[in-house]
C-alpha cells in the first residue's frame, strides 16, 4: 500500500497543475477596440503590400518575357474580382488574429484555436473590421429578378432555403473530415521529418518519378475513345471548379520569395527535388514552386465565429452547377465584360482584328500581364505577330489550343442561338435574348454530360444505377463541390492527355503546312489558331486521334511532367507532383479512408492491395513509398485502380463521380428536366441536342461522328447535312397559339 499514497499525491498534483494551465487558457483579455484596430491595419498593410508586390512582379516578368512557369500557374490561379476580395477578407482576418495571438504572451503559445485565447466577442470585431462578415452574409433573394426563370451568374439563390448552396466564392465541402499536420491548417507533409501513421510521406517528385513517369514515345493510346473525351473533361472542370492560389509570391512573415526559396512558410509549400532527379540531375538543391491555396473566410482557427468549422478550408470560385459558366464567368462584373453591349442583340464579344475563315474568334483579353505574347519568340514562328491572350467566362481558356477551340465552338454557338432566337421573337430586348440563350446552352452541356460522357467514365452499369433515372430536385441537397471531387478525384482525366495536340486538314489527313505539335509547345498560344488556319484542325484532331489511355505502367507522359508551362530555360512544372501536394496543401485524407467512405474494402496489407489494384508489381511499390495503404495519396491510389466495366476510372473515383453529380444534378433548381424550368416540348428538343451538330454550325467541319466520344474512323463519320438541325422553334412566344 505504500506506494498508493504517492501515487494519488502525484494525481492530485498533476491535476492541480492542468487546472492551472486551464485557468491560464481559459482567460481571455478584454481586448480594446483600439488593440483589434491596430492589429487590423497592421494586418491589411501588411497583406496589401503583399499583394501588390507579387502583382507587380508577375506583370514585370511577363512584359520582359521572362515569364516562369510558376508564373503562369500563379496567373492562371489569381482570385479575381468578387473572389479577391474574399480571399483577401480572409488574409486580413487571419493575420490580425495572429498578430494579436503573438502579442499575448508565452503562456498561450500552446493554444489550439483562436477562440482559445480570444473571445468570440472580439473574434466578430475582427471580421467585421476585415471585411470577413460581409462575405459570409446570406444573400437576400426578394429583390433578384426572374429568378425563377434564369439562373444568377453567382449561383445564389438557386437553392430558396439554402441561398449559398452551389454558389460561387464558398468553401469546398468535406465529405470527410480534414487531416492536417497541426489538426488545422498545416498540410500533410509540411514537416518532412513527422511520422504520419508511423511512416515518413515520401516526396511527391520522387513517386512522380518512380511510379507515374512513362515517356512520351511509350503511351498506349485508348482503343475505344477519342482525345475529345479528354478535353471534354477539362472543359466540364472549367464549368464546376477553380481552387484560388494565394495571390502573393512571397511570404507574409518574413517576405521569402515563394519562387526561389526552398523554405516552407506561408503561402509556400515547395516541392523538393529528390537526389538522381532523372530532370534535375544529382543533389539539386532546387524545388518545384507551389503555392498553397487560399483560405476561406472563417476558416483556419477562426471558425468559431461562423459555423463552428476550425479547420481550413479552399474556396470554389465557381458554380457547382452545370451553367456553361466558362463560357459566361461566375461573378457579374466578368460576366458583364464578356457581354457585346453595343447593340441590344444579347451577343457576347467577338475579336474585332481577326476572324477564322469568316467566323468569330474570342476577344482578347484586357489584363496587363499577358503571359501568351511570350510564346512567339520562342517558337520563331517569323510569320506569327505578338498577339494578346484571349478572353472568356474562365481564366483557363488559353491553357492549350484544343480547350480554346472548344471556347471558340460554344461562344459562337451562343452568338447563333441569340440571332435565330431573335429572328423568331423580334420584339425581345438584348437582355432576354442573352438569357434565353444562355439557358439553353447550359441545358445543352447537362444533357451532353449526362447522356454522352458520364457513361463511358464511370462505365454504363454504375451510371445506371446511380446517375440514369432524374428523382426530381431536392432543395436539401447541397450542390456545392467537394473538396476531393476538385483536387482528386475529377483530375481523372490528367491521364488521358496525350503528348500532342493533333492538326489534321480536310480529309482528316496532316496537314503539311500546320502539322501536329508537341503539347508543351501549344500551352498559351492563341496565335496558333490566328495564324494557323483556325480551331477546324484541332477539333479534327480531337474527332479523329484517340485519348490516351491510363495503364497502371503508363500513367503520365514527360510532357505533363517535365514540360508544363515550359517557356523558357526556367523550371518546368510536374502536373502529377502538384495533383499530390495539392490534396496534401487540403489536407484531404489518405486513400483506405475514402475507400471506406464509399463502401469499399479498405486494404491494409501487401496481400489487400494486391487484390484492390490486381497488381502485385505496383502494390509492392506503393507500399515500399508509403508503408502503409493509409498514407497513399487519394489522387494516385484512385488513378491506380483498374477500369470499373466499361469506364475510365477505377471504382473508388467513378464512386466519388457520380456522387458529386449526382448532388450537382438534384440539387440544382433549374435543371433542365425539373418541371416549369422548360416546357415540354422544349424539353423534347433539348434531349435531341448533339454535340455533333455544334460542330457542324458552327465550323467549316462537314463530317462528323454521330457518337462524339467514340474512337472512330472517318470513312463512318455522317454528312452535316444529315444531322438534323435543333429545333428552336418550342421558343417562338405564339408557338402553342400556333399549334
Given at each position: 500500500?505504500?506506494?498508493?499514497l504517492?501515487?494519488?499525491?502525484?494525481?492530485?498534483?498533476?491535476g492541480?497543475?492542468?487546472?492551472?494551465?486551464q485557468?491560464?487558457?481559459?482567460?481571455?483579455p478584454?481586448?480594446?477596440?483600439?488593440?483589434?484596430e491596430?492589429?487590423?491595419?497592421?494586418?491589411?498593410a501588411?497583406?496589401?503590400?503583399?499583394?501588390e508586390?507579387?502583382?507587380?512582379?508577375?506583370i514585370?516578368?511577363?512584359k520582359?518575357n521572362?515569364a516562369?512557369p510558376?508564373d503562369i500557374?500563379?496567373?492562371m490561379?489569381?482570385?479575381?474580382?468578387?473572389?479577391?476580395?474574399a480571399?483577401?477578407a480572409?488574409d486580413?482576418?487571419?493575420?490580425?488574429?495572429?498578430f494579436?495571438?503573438?502579442?499575448?504572451?508565452?503562456h498561450?503559445?500552446?493554444?489550439?484555436?483562436?477562440?482559445?485565447?480570444?473571445?468570440e466577442?472580439d473574434?466578430?470585431?475582427?471580421?467585421?473590421?476585415?471585411?470577413?462578415?460581409?462575405?459570409?452574409?446570406?444573400?437576400?433573394c426578394?429583390?433578384?429578378p426572374?429568378l425563377?426563370?434564369?439562373r444568377?451568374?453567382?449561383?445564389?439563390c438557386?437553392?430558396?432555403k439554402n441561398?449559398?448552396?452551389?454558389?460561387a466564392?464558398?468553401p469546398?465541402?468535406?465529405?470527410?473530415?480534414?487531416?492536417y499536420?497541426?489538426?488545422?491548417?498545416l498540410?500533410r507533409g509540411?514537416?518532412?521529418?513527422?511520422?504520419?501513421?508511423?511512416?515518413?510521406?515520401?516526396?511527391v517528385r520522387?513517386?512522380?518519378n518512380?511510379?507515374?513517369?512513362t515517356?512520351?514515345?511509350?503511351?498506349?493510346?485508348?482503343?475505344h475513345f477519342?482525345?475529345?473525351?479528354?478535353i471534354?473533361?477539362?472543359w466540364?472542370?472549367?464549368?464546376?471548379?477553380?481552387t484560388?492560389?494565394?495571390p502573393?509570391?512571397?511570404?507574409y512573415?518574413?517576405?521569402?520569395?515563394c519562387?526561389?526559396?526552398?523554405?516552407?512558410?506561408?503561402?509556400?509549400?515547395?516541392?523538393?527535388?529528390?537526389s538522381?532527379?532523372?530532370?534535375?540531375?544529382?543533389?539539386?538543391?532546387?524545388?518545384?514552386?507551389?503555392f498553397?491555396?487560399?483560405?476561406?473566410?472563417?476558416?483556419?482557427?477562426?471558425?468559431?465565429?461562423?459555423?463552428?468549422?476550425?479547420v481550413?478550408?479552399q474556396?470554389?470560385?465557381?458554380?457547382?452547377?452545370?451553367?456553361?459558366?466558362q463560357?459566361?464567368?461566375s461573378?457579374?462584373?466578368?460576366a458583364?465584360?464578356?457581354?457585346?453591349?453595343?447593340?441590344?442583340?444579347g451577343?457576347l464579344?467577338?475579336n474585332d482584328?481577326?476572324?477564322?475563315n469568316?467566323?468569330?474568334?474570342l476577344?482578347?483579353s484586357?489584363?496587363?500581364?499577358?503571359?501568351?505574347?511570350?510564346?512567339?519568340?520562342?517558337?520563331?514562328?517569323?510569320n506569327?505577330k505578338e498577339?494578346?491572350?484571349f478572353?472568356?467566362?474562365?481564366?483557363?481558356?488559353?491553357?492549350n489550343?484544343?480547350?480554346t477551340?472548344?471556347?471558340?465552338?460554344?461562344?459562337?454557338?451562343?452568338?447563333?442561338l441569340?440571332?435565330?432566337?431573335?429572328?423568331?421573337?423580334?420584339?425581345?430586348?438584348?437582355?432576354?435574348l442573352?438569357?434565353?440563350?444562355r439557358?439553353?446552352m447550359?441545358?445543352?452541356f447537362?444533357?451532353?454530360?449526362?447522356r454522352d460522357f458520364?457513361?463511358?467514365?464511370?462505365?454504363p452499369e454504375?451510371?445506371a444505377?446511380k446517375?440514369?433515372?432524374y428523382?426530381?430536385y431536392?432543395?436539401?441537397v447541397?450542390?456545392?463541390?467537394?473538396n476531393?471531387?476538385?483536387?482528386?478525384a475529377?483530375r481523372?482525366a490528367?491521364?488521358?492527355?496525350?503528348?500532342?495536340?493533333?492538326?489534321l486538314?480536310?480529309?482528316?489527313n496532316?496537314?503539311?503546312?500546320?502539322?501536329?505539335?508537341l503539347?508543351h509547345?501549344a500551352?498559351?498560344t492563341?496565335?496558333?489558331?490566328?495564324f494557323?488556319?483556325?480551331?477546324?484542325?484541332?477539333?479534327?484532331?480531337?474527332?479523329?486521334?484517340?485519348a490516351?489511355?491510363?495503364?497502371q505502367?503508363q500513367?503520365?507522359?514527360d510532357?505533363?511532367r517535365?514540360?508544363?508551362?515550359?517557356?523558357?530555360?526556367?523550371?518546368?512544372l510536374d502536373l502529377?507532383?502538384?495533383?499530390?501536394?495539392?490534396?496534401?496543401?487540403?489536407?484531404i485524407?489518405?486513400?483506405?479512408?475514402?475507400?471506406?467512405?464509399?463502401?469499399?474494402?479498405?486494404?491494409?496489407?501487401?496481400?489487400?492491395?494486391?487484390k484492390?489494384?490486381?497488381?502485385?508489381?505496383?502494390?509492392?511499390?506503393?507500399?515500399?513509398?508509403?508503408?502503409?495503404?493509409t498514407?497513399?495519396d487519394?489522387?494516385?491510389?484512385?488513378m491506380?485502380?483498374?477500369?470499373?466495366?466499361?469506364?475510365?476510372?477505377?471504382?473508388?473515383?467513378?464512386c466519388?463521380i457520380?456522387?458529386?453529380?449526382?448532388?450537382?444534378?438534384?440539387?440544382?433548381?433549374?435543371w433542365?428536366?425539373?418541371?416549369?424550368?422548360?416546357?415540354?416540348?422544349?424539353?423534347?428538343?433539348?434531349?435531341?441536342?448533339?454535340?455533333?451538330?455544334l460542330?457542324?454550325d458552327n465550323?467549316?467541319?462537314?463530317?462528323?461522328?454521330?457518337d462524339?466520344?467514340?474512337?472512330?474512323?472517318?470513312s463512318?463519320?455522317?454528312d452535316c447535312n444529315?444531322?438534323?438541325a435543333?429545333?428552336?422553334s418550342?421558343?417562338?412566344?405564339?408557338?402553342?397559339?400556333?399549334?
Amino acid at each position: 500500500m505504500k506506494w498508493v499514497l504517492p501515487l494519488i499525491a502525484a494525481g492530485l498534483y498533476l491535476g492541480y497543475l492542468y487546472l492551472g494551465l486551464q485557468s491560464h487558457v481559459d482567460e481571455k483579455p478584454n481586448l480594446t477596440r483600439d488593440v483589434i484596430e491596430k492589429a487590423v491595419m497592421k494586418a491589411k498593410a501588411i497583406v496589401d503590400s503583399a499583394y501588390e508586390y507579387s502583382r507587380k512582379e508577375c506583370i514585370k516578368r511577363v512584359k520582359k518575357n521572362a515569364a516562369k512557369p510558376s508564373d503562369i500557374l500563379l496567373l492562371m490561379k489569381q482570385p479575381v474580382g468578387r473572389t479577391r476580395t474574399a480571399v483577401r477578407a480572409a488574409d486580413y482576418m487571419n493575420n490580425a488574429v495572429n498578430f494579436i495571438r503573438a502579442s499575448l504572451g508565452k503562456h498561450h503559445k500552446c493554444s489550439i484555436n483562436a477562440t482559445d485565447i480570444i473571445s468570440e466577442e472580439d473574434l466578430q470585431v475582427i471580421s467585421d473590421l476585415s471585411g470577413c462578415t460581409g462575405e459570409r452574409r446570406l444573400p437576400s433573394c426578394k429583390t433578384i429578378p426572374n429568378l425563377d426563370r434564369f439562373r444568377t451568374i453567382t449561383g445564389v439563390c438557386n437553392n430558396r432555403k439554402n441561398t449559398l448552396y452551389g454558389s460561387a466564392n464558398i468553401p469546398l465541402t468535406r465529405w470527410l473530415l480534414p487531416e492536417y499536420q497541426d489538426k488545422i491548417s498545416l498540410p500533410r507533409g509540411w514537416d518532412p521529418e513527422r511520422r504520419v501513421k508511423g511512416e515518413l510521406l515520401p516526396l511527391v517528385r520522387e513517386v512522380s518519378n518512380q511510379i507515374i513517369r512513362t515517356a512520351n514515345d511509350d503511351i498506349e493510346n485508348d482503343p475505344h475513345f477519342n482525345f475529345l473525351l479528354t478535353i471534354f473533361a477539362q472543359w466540364i472542370d472549367h464549368d464546376l471548379t477553380l481552387t484560388p492560389h494565394s495571390p502573393v509570391i512571397r511570404s507574409y512573415g518574413n517576405s521569402i520569395d515563394c519562387e526561389t526559396s526552398c523554405d516552407r512558410t506561408e503561402p509556400c509549400f515547395p516541392i523538393p527535388i529528390p537526389s538522381n532527379d532523372p530532370r534535375f540531375g544529382r543533389n539539386s538543391d532546387e524545388c518545384i514552386p507551389f503555392f498553397r491555396s487560399a483560405p476561406a473566410c472563417g476558416s483556419d482557427n477562426t471558425g468559431h465565429v461562423f459555423d463552428g468549422i476550425t479547420v481550413r478550408q479552399q474556396m470554389n470560385a465557381l458554380t457547382a452547377f452545370i451553367d456553361a459558366s466558362q463560357v459566361y464567368g461566375s461573378v457579374d462584373v466578368k460576366a458583364r465584360s464578356l457581354r457585346d453591349l453595343t447593340s441590344d442583340k444579347g451577343l457576347l464579344k467577338v475579336n474585332d482584328k481577326y476572324n477564322d475563315n469568316g467566323r468569330e474568334f474570342l476577344p482578347f483579353s484586357p489584363m496587363d500581364a499577358n503571359m501568351c505574347a511570350t510564346r512567339v519568340a520562342i517558337t520563331n514562328i517569323s510569320n506569327a505577330k505578338e498577339v494578346p491572350c484571349f478572353f472568356a467566362g474562365d481564366e483557363r481558356v488559353d491553357e492549350n489550343i484544343a480547350l480554346t477551340s472548344l471556347h471558340t465552338l460554344f461562344l459562337r454557338e451562343h452568338n447563333r442561338l441569340a440571332h435565330a432566337l431573335a429572328r423568331l421573337n423580334p420584339h425581345w430586348d438584348g437582355e432576354r435574348l442573352y438569357q434565353e440563350a444562355r439557358k439553353i446552352m447550359g441545358a445543352y452541356f447537362q444533357v451532353i454530360i449526362f447522356r454522352d460522357f458520364l457513361p463511358p467514365i464511370v462505365g454504363p452499369e454504375i451510371f445506371a444505377t446511380k446517375l440514369a433515372t432524374y428523382p426530381g430536385y431536392d432543395e436539401n441537397v447541397d450542390a456545392s463541390i467537394s473538396n476531393v471531387f476538385a483536387t482528386a478525384a475529377f483530375r481523372f482525366a490528367h491521364l488521358m492527355i496525350q503528348p500532342f495536340i493533333f492538326r489534321l486538314n480536310e480529309q482528316y489527313n496532316e496537314d503539311p503546312n500546320f502539322p501536329t505539335i508537341l503539347l508543351h509547345r501549344a500551352f498559351f498560344t492563341p496565335w496558333r489558331a490566328i495564324f494557323e488556319d483556325g480551331v477546324d484542325p484541332v477539333l479534327r484532331g480531337l474527332l479523329v486521334r484517340q485519348a490516351k489511355l491510363n495503364t497502371q505502367d503508363q500513367m503520365m507522359h514527360d510532357e505533363l511532367r517535365d514540360r508544363l508551362f515550359e517557356f523558357t530555360s526556367e523550371t518546368a512544372l510536374d502536373l502529377a507532383s502538384l495533383n499530390i501536394q495539392r490534396g496534401r496543401d487540403h489536407g484531404i485524407p489518405g486513400y483506405r479512408k475514402w475507400r471506406k467512405f464509399c463502401g469499399l474494402s479498405q486494404p491494409s496489407n501487401f496481400k489487400q492491395l494486391k487484390k484492390v489494384l490486381n497488381n502485385g508489381h505496383l502494390a509492392r511499390r506503393l507500399l515500399d513509398f508509403y508503408g502503409t495503404p493509409t498514407n497513399i495519396d487519394v489522387w494516385l491510389g484512385g488513378m491506380a485502380e483498374p477500369f470499373v466495366p466499361g469506364g475510365r476510372v477505377g471504382p473508388l473515383f467513378a464512386c466519388i463521380i457520380t456522387t458529386q453529380f449526382q448532388m450537382i444534378r438534384d440539387g440544382d433548381r433549374l435543371w433542365w428536366e425539373n418541371p416549369g424550368v422548360f416546357t415540354e416540348d422544349q424539353r423534347n428538343s433539348l434531349k435531341e441536342t448533339s454535340l455533333a451538330r455544334l460542330i457542324c454550325d458552327n465550323t467549316g467541319i462537314t463530317k462528323v461522328p454521330l457518337d462524339p466520344f467514340k474512337h472512330s474512323d472517318p470513312s463512318t463519320f455522317t454528312d452535316c447535312n444529315r444531322i438534323p438541325a435543333f429545333d428552336l422553334s418550342p421558343w417562338e412566344e405564339d408557338y402553342r397559339r400556333r399549334r
